[in-house]
DNA sequence: GATGAATGAGAATTCATTCAT
DNA sequence: CATGAATGAATTCTCATTCAT
């Protein structure tokens, strides 16, 4: 409680929220114009500074993406996990799963932009092996719903569970790409109405 | 068939058969390494060639892309357009499409990765117009049949067609980037059980 | 006077000296040795740093002889201007325009001699296009001064006056290629022969 | 006179001139472009032939202006020393001379314009060590057509005329750049006025 | 924290030249 | 004679990164 310690405090503090800053501008940046196509200097400009002067802040540019998309997946497996761990029923945890990716959506949009286009390119670098942990995470948590889902009665069984979830996937994340949060339609509106769509179709019954 | 004759048409041949040689090449390394972190060299490398032997046959890099995805658009749009003027329902003209679109994936599957996950980017970019037009036209085709579908009573009504749009158009090219010509589900498998969870959903009735 | 004032007033200094001095190097450099046949290796040795540095100061070659040669002709008509607005007769004109041309000269010899042998080449390019206008006002001033002269009684009506433009015209900008500042004839002395020259001839009368 | 003489020697004689040909071709376009910013491509363009053809009649680029510039020079200086040998006045071989340095222009236009611009930088070749040679010839025998006449009291005194002789040697060579065969004036009537301007100046007397 | 000026590796591109056909 | 396709060295330019101030 000594001033230098306030000091000292404050100073991190602030420092931290300089980095999140630059990070999200970051984060805009590379997800706009694709990872290896975006300059350094281009994310310097878009935060009002010169481009040698992130350095102060980040080590390489590689370590911003990282930095990211690890925040991002970190928040992101919290929540799954809470999920699953949840002992729902396959419809349910379904349901569950959906939602939440379209919150994360709402809340990571230029990460998961970021993680739907460049992932595959970044996890040939070690640095990103996590990425590929997530990836196949990610499949085994899908699979595991959908195969229960058809055990159970809930979800028909003959459609290939692989190819649901590639569905699934694929379409979840990539709404990232033209989601906004000041759109026609809310995230849980989205989600609702994609959820019909996926366990229903679109056909009138 | 006099030897001649033979001559110059395995010639003009052997020509217009270099350039589509190395576009395919090329489209397969842009469409795996990502356009922009593709180096030209590598596309050489892949080639069997040296980098600057790339430039006898294209004026640069960017012509290449811009020639392989013209090139596959030009296709595509000629087959919709045979579709959507044949005057069909709206729920045969859906399924038409979708079985056109995994056609061609099956035949364009790199020219349609790089569409996918590098128009936004290119699209800056004027001598890349028409790939704004391509999605727009797209948009106006698929929001077409869906709304007619709608008026039908074929499709329903309380689902925004916007967004089933945007559902079929990610889901539909995204499948590129999995699709295997030799996987165990065929073109016609795929896009045959895709069809049938777009329109009766997943679940169990 | 303080010492920060002195810093922040040397910094600006220094900012605006060391792209001078840059773009004096590569003068000397592109008149030595031809823009064309000058690499931009060339000029950075000539100035003591690495090849890709300059990009840090100049968007590109082109962009530094442009910035060359706009800066010259921009001084040029600034005096050319001045002279002809002065209201002076012919003769008196013809001599201050002259001079002043000599004078340019000596103050900027490597940017004539780009302005003199580069013109044509560049000028095919429509950045270049202030080339082709300074050429045209150029005529435009000389025939307006000679044909007055021609007119008042001063200059002799036997003469082509487009070929007596060009005459001077070349003679005048070529002594760039030869003029050394530390020679055995000054600036002035020069343009007093020369001046000489062209109104009285070489003749013993 | 047999057959196969007679072929081979219209072969050799085909062979010359097309040579030529090109040579004319080439002349033109290291004129008007630039000996360095000239592509051998171009050259073959305006040819009508693909670059790598030009290597059937030449072994490089530089022997092509080589070529162009020697036979050139061989000329003029035969006309020269022609002149210079007759025992003419300084004045009468000025005239000559100048006569003779237009009919030179209007018969290698081309040429002298790669002389003018391009000799400098082409002179730091060995293999162009003649370049230096006729400039220094060309020194020498104005600057002893001038000082003789100085001492026959034809021309001035009281101009330098190291000064004059630059002042000639540039504006006849520099004509070049301007001069069209079929243009207002003849080479006749350039030479007659331009040794006018000369030797009596521009002045009304 | 930020700036200005560099570095240096590597990218895209150019071009004279070669050569089998 | 000419072509088409390459080579490979050099050139222009880019960009992540460094660092003294």
């Known amino acids: 409680m000594s001033p230098r310690r306030r000091d000292s405090e404050s100073t991190a503090t602030a420092r931290a929220g ?3 800053e630059l990070l999200a501008t970051a984060a805009e940046v590379f997800a706009s114009r694709g990872y290896s196509a975006t300059t350094v200097r ?15 802040h980040f080590d390489s540019k590689e370590s911003m993406v990282d930095e990211i998309l690890s925040t991002f997946l ?11 761990a949840a002992g729902l ?9 959906i939602a939440e990716s379209f919150r994360m959506i709402d809340l990571y949009r230029p990460a998961v932009m970021i993680y739907q286009n460049e992932s595959r390119h970044l996890a040939a670098n070690p640095r990103f092996g996590y990425l590929l942990d ?10 595991s719903v959908l195969d229960r889902g058809v055990l ?8 290939d569970t ?7 996937r694929d379409t979840v994340w990539v709404a990232a790409s033209w989601y906004r949060s000041d759109g026609a ?21």
Chains 1, 2, 3, 4 share one sequence.
Do not use: P
């Not at 281009?42 to 102060?56: F, K, M, N, Q, T």
């Not at 692989?162 to 699934?168: A, S």
């Open 152 to 159: 159970d009665g809930e979800f028909r069984a003959d459609l």
């Open 42 to 56: 281009e994310v310097a400009d878009a935060a009002g500074i010169l481009g040698g002067s992130l350095y102060y």
């Open 185 to 205: 339609l809310s995230a849980d509106e989205i989600a609702r109405q994609y959820i019909v769509m996926v366990l229903e179709g679109i056909l009138e019954t």
């Open 74 to 84: 970190t928040d992101l497996w919290a929540s799954y996990d809470r999920i699953t």
């Open 134 to 143: 997530s990836m196949r995470r990610f499949r085994e948590m899908w699979l």
């Open 89 to 97: 029923g396959a419809r349910e945890t379904f349901h569950a799963l």
């Open 162 to 168: 692989g190819l649901i979830y590639r569905f699934i």
């Open 18 to 20: 300089r980095r999140a």
